[in-house]
């Protein structure tokens, strides 16, 4: 697999409003995909569950389950150019049957993603089908759906198995919620899904360690960029008058030092090139520096607020007091 690929696939599905998601864990492999399950940086806590899987096309492949039981279709390319905020019109096809129509949301320049409803005809479609076409203005791709099924079950087990108790039922593929099942069931059609075998490794469970800890690695420095961020709003905003925009670019700049650390990690993990990782970084950053932005201004919306609720019966009180003092 490409690995400059993986990187880019990861600061997606890793990604998180707080910073960087840690993860996975517990990885699984179902035929050509890769999976496993996402902590939240912010609490540690559960994020989503998460599968991707590369085409010789350079396309990847996505498929996730959030902690609300939403399923989602993700698409990425770096080459592709995606318009910010505008929504993409996709015909998709599953083994030549009826067109389903979609649309897909831009995430960044390069990767946009499609909901799944629970028990659309999406969704049973790509769990059933071996292959889906989907067409773009005049561009048409083509992918192989090998082990969906297995996949979309095993997804959903690690929701059930992680999720916050209090979070709920999962959704179902199929409709269903747990507690309309056996206990004991899985979270997908009762139909069995055929054994998948192992897949490939090129050097076997050293291959697999491997990659496990470049995972851990990249992840460990995306969370400690992370937290300096988190670190620097705390220590600036409340004390600056600067414009947001202007607060959120400095936060990020005095956080340069462990950016420039995980560039370089990226760039020694995935044999990449510093420009090829400065871009992904980069993508990444301008989605936080955004949030930085929204979470400052939201701050002190609230601060003044609290400001202008403040009894003006107190600030009376409090002239008064003073004037008494002085005529005596």
């Given amino acids: 697999m490409n690995q400059l690929l993986t990187l880019a696939l990861m600061l997606w599905l890793l990604s998180s409003a707080s910073g960087f998601a840690r993860g996975p864990y517990e990885e699984f492999r179902i035929g050509n995909w890769v999976g496993g399950l996402y902590t939240s940086d912010s609490n540690n806590g559960f994020s989503h569950c998460a599968a991707y899987t590369t085409y010789n096309s350079q396309i990847a492949l996505f498929v996730s389950i959030t902690v609300d039981s939403s399923w989602y279709l993700g698409f990425h390319k770096e080459d592709w150019a995606f318009v910010p905020n505008k929504q993409i019109d996709l015909v998709l096809s599953f083994d030549g049957g009826a067109p389903v129509r979609v649309r897909a949301f831009p995430l960044n320049s390069n990767t946009a993603k499609v909901e799944m ?50 979070q709920g039922s999962v959704a179902q593929a199929d409709g269903q919620t747990p507690s309309r099942r056996q206990s004991n069931s899985t979270p997908m059609p009762q139909r069995a899904a055929p054994e998948q075998e192992a897949p490939p490794q090129v050097n076997g469970q050293a291959d697999s360690e491997s990659e496990r800890e470049r995972q851990k690695l990249i992840s460990e420095a995306g969370a400690q960029h992370a937290k300096c961020l988190h670190s620097q709003m705390r220590q600036i905003v409340p004390y600056s008058n600067e414009s947001a925009e202007t607060l959120a670019q400095v936060v990020i700049t005095k956080c340069e030092d462990a950016e420039k650390k995980f560039i370089s990690l990226g760039m020694a993990l995935f044999n990449a090139s510093r ?14 520096k955004k949030k930085m932005v929204a979470d400052i201004v939201s701050f002190r919306a609230e601060l003044n607020k609290a400001i202008m609720s403040q009894p003006k019966s107190d600030e009376n009180s409090d002239s008064q007091h003073k004037k008494g003092d002085s005529g005596i």
Avoid: D, W
Avoid at 151 to 159: R, T
Avoid at 275 to 288: D, F, H, P, R, S
């Fill in 117 to 166: 409803p629970v028990n659309s005809a999406l969704i049973n479609a790509f769990m059933e089908a071996q292959m889906m076409n989907a067409y773009s203005g005049t561009n048409i791709y083509a992918f192989s759906l090998e082990g969906t099924k297995p996949l979309l079950q095993k997804l959903a087990e690690c929701l059930v198995k992680h999720r916050p108790k209090n």
């Fill in 275 to 288: 420009a090829e990782v400065e871009k992904i970084v980069g993508q990444a950053l301008e989605k936080q």
